[in-house]
């Protein structure tokens, strides 16, 4: 894959963050960056240009000699790496290397090519820093957790490489690389910028569309094994309110419920109308789904743009600005995680519907055999609940908190990385209620058997049944659910990360 600064998809980022797909820089980029990087050290002979021969933050009125730009580059990155917490998973920090390093290759930020090749090379080698969840408040870019990345880039601080932790000098020595010596704005660069959140909220939007798919035909079992209504989805219904997304799911429903035995036997029953847990999918889906393609298109932009300061222009201007603010990401996470969080919401209750004998006509729990003597699917609707009910506290937006930093210099923030790990989780915690709800949708459709359902949910049907044994007595089902929610990642091509972001 060739990064430009201008060309790179979710899809790509996903690829390269948990497929490991190989990453170069083309020609045309390295002699874009050489350019640049003259333009800025022709300029800062003549003029102060901010963190290139001046202090930081609230320090930027210092001048620093020519003598100690290396010094001020080595001393901001090991000063700038308090992150503390639980690392993140290699495959998000490996998804954060490539932000940095295609930002990078837009050449507003005048580093040498050398940086952005180190990058690319522990990308490709597999050499990925350890970088704590916690630290950074998204406002002059994810400083401290960029840091952490940067640090183990000169060879200091830790990395995991062929899944062990050790020192990142000795990392990149096993994969055939050498630290790299920073000169004058390159720690500067590395730390500036949206990466962190970036990379992260990317991948989440990425996976939320693909996983967003499997909940539709996971629905759409669920209204069967409940005997619903199919008029709700009619086409006529939704072009009267013609939301992209809405129309959309209503189509997909009517889709995987086509054909089915079980609908047209109770075409003319006295239900009039279903709950809306039912009734409503296309319009709470519908909802989630535009949601989700409008922050796609928020996250290609940005990992596509320049998050740096100052950037440096083709006419050696170099400008200080405040791209590396969070904001656009960070309002976008928190629009998505709350969009999931109400999808979430509403598969719980569907979940409730599956086992609750008070609101169906099935055996009340999914149960077979002797009666009170098993308890069945039971508690997997407390299980449901308690992720719903946490994926409404984790909603609460990040982007509404702000506090002042670096001595009041940096007076707004967006709480953006905070954003980011909430949105992991709360999708984390959506994919297990998908999972969940298509197990149950999965025995309550057995018990309308023999007859059929549609075609692709009798697909869905016989996939489970290859990988949940039948239900017999009550035992162990936290097998069957990893089983089943494995499935659904397969699904939808995609792979679990080697352990989740603490959220």
């Known amino acids: 894959m060739l990064i430009d600064g201008e060309h790179l998809s979710l899809k790509d980022l996903y690829n390269v963050a948990f497929d490991h797909e190989r990453v170069e820089i083309g020609a045309g980029t390295e002699a874009l960056l050489l350019e640049r990087r003259r333009f800025l050290e022709e300029e800062s002979k003549k003029h102060t240009i901010y963190g290139v021969n001046t202090g930081f933050g609230i320090l930027v009125d210092k001048r620093i000699s020519a003598d100690d730009l290396e010094t001020l580059q080595r001393n901001l990155v090991l000063s700038h790496a308090a ?56 406002a002059s870019g994810d400083l401290a957790p960029l840091a952490h990345i940067a640090m183990a880039m000169i060879g200091q601080g830790k990395c995991i490489y062929e899944g062990r932790t050790i020192d990142s000098f000795e990392a990149l020595s096993r ?226 908190d702000s506090i002042p930093t670096s001595g009041f210099q940096e007076d707004h923030v967006s709480m953006g990385a905070w954003g980011a790990r909430k949105l992991w989780t709360i999708l984390d915690n959506l994919t297990s209620l998908i999972s969940i709800e298509a197990l149950l949708a999965f025995r309550a459709l057995g018990f309308r058997h023999p007859k059929r359902s549609g075609p692709s949910i009798e697909e869905l049907f016989g996939q489970i049944s290859a990988v949940v044994p039948q239900y017999l007595e009550d035992r162990y089902f936290g097998g069957e659910f990893e089983d089943v929610r494995t499935l659904l990642l397969k699904r939808a091509g995609l792979r679990r990360t080697s352990e989740r972001v603490d959220g």
């Open 83 to 138: 992150g503390i917490g639980e690392p993140i998973a290699e495959e998000l920090v490996r998804a954060i290397l490539l932000v940095r390093a295609n930002s990078l290759c837009k050449g507003f930020s005048g580093i040498r090519p050398d940086v952005v090749l180190q990058l690319v090379e522990m990308l490709n080698r597999g050499v990925h820093p350890l970088v704590p969840s916690k630290g950074s408040v998204g």
């Open 175 to 400: 994969a055939g690389l050498k630290p790299t010596v920073l000169k004058s704005k390159e720690g500067l660069s590395l730390l500036n910028g949206t990466a962190f959140m970036a990379g992260i909220g990317g991948c989440a939007a990425f996976m939320a569309r693909a996983i967003f798919e499997q909940a539709i035909e996971v629905s759409a079992m669920a209204v069967d094994a409940l005997m619903g209504s199919t008029s709700p989805f009619d086409e006529r219904v939704h072009a009267a309110r013609p939301h992209p997304g809405q129309s959309y799911v209503a189509k997909r429903l009517r889709g995987c419920l086509e054909e089915s035995e079980i609908r047209t036997s109770h075409l003319k029953c006295d239900r009039v109308q279903d709950a809306y847990t039912l009734r409503t999918i296309p319009q709470v889906y519908g909802a989630v789904l535009d949601t989700i393609e409008y922050v796609l298109s928020v996250f290609e932009r940005e990992i596509n743009s320049a998050t740096d300061n100052p950037l440096i222009f083709e006419n050696g201007d170099a400008i200080s600005g405040g791209n590396f603010h969070g904001e656009p990401v960070a309002l976008a996470m928190d629009f998505l995680s709350i969009a999931l969080t109400d999808m979430g919401n509403m598969i719980e209750r569907r979940i409730d519907r599956l086992v609750n004998p008070k609101l169906n006509d099935l055996p009340p729990f999914l149960t077979t055999g002797k009666e009170g003597l098993n308890s069945g699917y039971m508690i997997w609707q407390y299980t449901a609940a308690a992720l719903a009910s946490e994926n409404k506290t984790l909603a609460h937006p990040a982007s509404a």
